[in-house]
């Protein structure tokens, strides 16, 4: 499991997707991907253990351009409500920066490059993962995602159910559908298929 971002809490109210690190101190915390640090006993002690001479801003909330911190529900409810939806809102941005999308547009590979193409998504290499719409084939790995167009592949006489197929005879890093999302997971990633790839990929990393 790839995390996408650390909550530094005490309370399980905010594992609000599974792809989120609940972290106890500041030494648990992932200092590569964004933090929340929630209470402001939690905030003094972060501060104080990774940056020398500073105080959590009462209004501001922002340690640095990666680490946020708010008031637990108990301290004030409304701002932590408000905090927690910003913070949702930087880490979609944070992934949508950080994940690297190319369409690949079967259309203009030579007859060579389409036939690389297919085999390479016959030899089910590595941890690559493939997440499958009506439409789309997206080939994710670690932070890159492919697009391919189903539709153009069948334009050109390839058929798509002959390119799953034999994929899913190579590798089980295959998925056709949203279930290894919750209802909560999906809302979060906006249902954005790029998106939904990719996490499939850091599921299985």
Same mark, same amino acid.
């Given at each position: 499991m790839k995390y996408i971002a650390n909550i530094v809490t005490k309370s399980n109210a905010y594992k609000f997707n599974n792809f989120i690190k609940i972290c106890k101190n500041y030494f648990e915390v992932d200092k590569t991907i964004p933090t929340l640090i929630v209470g402001v006993e939690n905030a003094n002690i972060f501060v104080s253990e990774g940056y020398d001479n500073k105080r959590p801003d009462y209004v501001f909330r922002q340690i640095d351009n990666n680490v946020f911190w708010t008031f637990s529900t108990m301290e004030k409810r409304s701002d932590n409500e408000h905090d927690v939806e910003k913070f949702k809102k930087h880490i979609i941005k944070e992934l949508k920066t950080?994940?690297?999308?190319?369409?690949?547009?079967?259309?203009?590979?030579?007859?060579?490059?389409?036939?690389?193409?297919?085999?390479?998504? $016959?030899?089910?290499?590595? =941890?690559?993962?493939?997440? @499958? &719409? #009506?439409?789309?084939?997206?080939?994710?790995?670690?932070?890159?995602?492919?697009?391919?167009?189903?539709?153009?592949?069948?334009?050109?006489?390839?058929? $798509?159910?002959?390119?799953? =197929?034999?994929?899913?005879? @190579? &590798? #089980?890093?295959?998925?056709?559908?949203?279930?290894?999302?919750?209802?909560?997971?999906?809302?979060?990633?906006?249902?954005?298929?790029?998106?939904?790839?990719?996490?499939?990929?850091?599921?299985?990393?």
């Open positions: 950080k994940i690297n999308y190319t369409f690949l547009n079967v259309l203009t590979f030579s007859k060579t490059r389409m036939k690389d193409f297919v085999s390479f998504l $016959k030899s089910g290499k590595g =941890n690559i993962c493939y997440y @499958v &719409t #009506d439409t789309m084939l997206y080939i994710a790995f670690d932070d890159k995602v492919w697009g391919v167009s189903l539709d153009d592949c069948e334009y050109i006489g390839v058929k $798509k159910d002959k390119i799953i =197929n034999k994929i899913k005879k @190579v &590798t #089980d890093n295959i998925i056709s559908d949203k279930r290894f999302l919750t209802e909560n997971d999906k809302n979060f990633f906006q249902n954005d298929d790029i998106l939904m790839a990719a996490m499939f990929s850091y599921a299985r990393s």
